[in-house]
């Protein structure tokens, strides 16, 4: 079995950041480097991470005009990450131009509803309390326009990969170790329920980089995906 586990380096440390990635490389799948990273320590952290291990996932979830996104990923994909992002919400142009755009290897995953949203929330916004009725909508959009992947939360999984059939990938965040009311991600499942669910990749941060051990939190992980 291969691994799944994308480890979200939120940690503002670049030091700690780097001695995380090569603590648990061999044992991750990947590293996801968002906007509190990439703003702390642009293109330079980037590289120093892609150069410990290539496979990175830039979610940078980009959301402009059609236009301005497609120059945008231009110079993204220069920097040949294995995902990067963008919001469905942008609309149909948005998602065609990135899904025409030359890619290289970099696939272009869509950004469904955020994980910190809540019914009330996405009715506010919205106008919709369902959020998986919601999600199912921007999964259709997002196969009709031909992206790479989604990214949802773990509780849409099922829908979504009924709505895109098992061709494109779907990375999901939204996982921790234990439920906890305290968690800041609403729509939250535990790794082995979202692989069970049909997700290809996990994205995992806090419980590793802030665990004392992250290379056995990251192993325990992965013996449970792979446990009956």
Do not use: W
Request: aromatic letters at 6%; a positive charge; proline letters at 4%.
């Amino acid at each position: 079995m291969t691994n799944k586990v994308i480890i979200a380096l939120d940690n503002k440390n670049i030091k700690q950041i780097v001695s995380i990635v090569k603590e648990t490389k061999s044992e991750a799948f990947g590293f996801k480097i968002g906007k509190e990273f990439f703003y702390n320590y642009g293109i330079e952290g980037y590289k120093k991470i892609y150069n410990l291990s290539p496979k990175i996932f830039l979610d940078l979830k980009l959301h402009d005009i059609p236009n301005t996104v497609q120059k945008a990923l231009k110079a993204l994909i220069k920097l040949k990450p294995l995902f990067t992002t963008i919001h469905i919400s942008g609309g149909d142009d948005m998602q065609k131009v990135s899904s025409n755009i030359k890619k290289n290897k970099t696939k272009i995953l869509g950004v469904t509803i955020l994980t910190s949203l809540s019914s009330q929330q996405t009715k506010k916004y919205y106008n919709d309390k369902n959020i998986n009725q919601l999600v199912k909508k921007f999964a259709q959009n997002a196969k009709n326009n031909k992206l790479d992947g989604i990214v949802c939360s773990p509780l849409e999984l099922k829908t979504v990969r009924k709505v895109v059939g098992n061709k494109m990938i779907l990375v999901v965040p939204g996982i921790r170790l234990e439920k906890n009311k305290k968690n800041d991600q609403k729509r939250i499942l535990t790794p082995k329920e979202a692989i069970n669910l049909g997700a290809n990749y996990l994205v995992i941060g806090r419980p590793i980089v802030q665990s004392t051990n992250p290379l056995k939190t990251l192993k325990e992980i992965n013996k449970s995906l792979q446990s009956k």
